[in-house]
């Protein structure tokens, strides 16, 4: 590797980039972006990079930021959390192989995990979906404490989530974006309702969109976020609103 690409590597752990003409395209995309996303909170680079995943700007209104951390209840806590996840080399758990192969290899130390292909068993005796399945067995070996657990594609994976959740289990955090018509915003409902009774930090969207695509763009800015804290370039232990009256006055 060429020291000019090892140079790609350390500023974009979260993205693709890997030669000098895609982190010039990565680049120039995000400074698009920012010209109509808020960059002032960590909240606000997830929800520039929901635009960024989806091509939408008027996605970033559609992302919700639920639960607590040490620090509180604002809307960073999930970025905060996730992040310090990343940093601590947790589980990342994903519902299919379509969100786990999305999420970066770099930049992290993390085990990567996926619930479907486990629990057949129960699959075939209950005839509950393979994704929900997954996420129980999974959680009967303890893969769901304190890792990262993201759900790109089944809302039956996010409502057994919820349901383990309720029965104790401790994600440091979740990304949800199931996607679909049926039962897709119920699933979402569910996990927020969830993370705010038990204090699990979570980031969901609201509507019918999302997919495998978005969480694993969600859990890459974890990723880069915790980058950004490695390499001294951020200071995580802050709330939302520190953070934004110190974009301000650096701004003025």
Do not use: W
């Amino acid at each position: 590797m060429s020291d000019s690409d090892q140079e790609f590597d350390r500023e974009y752990a979260d993205l693709g980039a890997t030669t000098q003409n895609a982190m010039e395209i990565a680049e120039t995309s995000m400074d698009i972006v920012r010209q109509f996303v808020p960059d002032e909170t960590l909240a606000d680079r997830v929800r520039q990079k929901s635009v960024h995943s989806m091509g939408d700007i008027e996605f970033q209104h559609l992302i919700e930021f639920t639960g607590s951390d040490d620090l509180g209840d604002d809307e960073d806590a999930p970025v905060r959390a996730g992040a310090r996840a990343v940093l601590e080399a947790a589980n990342v758990v994903t519902d299919i192989t379509m969100a786990q192969a999305g999420i970066t290899g770099r930049g992290h130390d993390c085990e990567k995990h996926k619930a479907i292909g486990h629990g057949s068993e129960l699959a075939n005796e209950t005839g509950m979906t393979r994704t929900a399945a997954g996420v129980l067995e999974l959680d009967k070996r303890g893969i769901y404490d304190g890792a990262i657990a993201t759900i790109g594609n089944a809302p039956t994976a996010a409502f057994a989530l919820a349901d383990c959740i309720e029965n104790g289990t401790r994600p440091a955090v979740v990304v949800a974006t199931p996607v679909g018509f049926v039962k897709a915003e119920e699933s979402r409902e569910r996990i927020r309702e969830v993370s705010e009774a038990y204090g699990v930090p979570a980031i969901t969207n609201v509507g019918r969109r999302g997919g495998s695509g978005l969480a694993a763009a969600l859990t890459n800015e974890l990723i880069h976020v915790a980058k950004d804290v490695r390499t001294g370039e951020l200071e995580l232990e802050r709330t939302a609103a520190e953070r934004a009256s110190e974009n301000q006055e650096e701004k003025r």
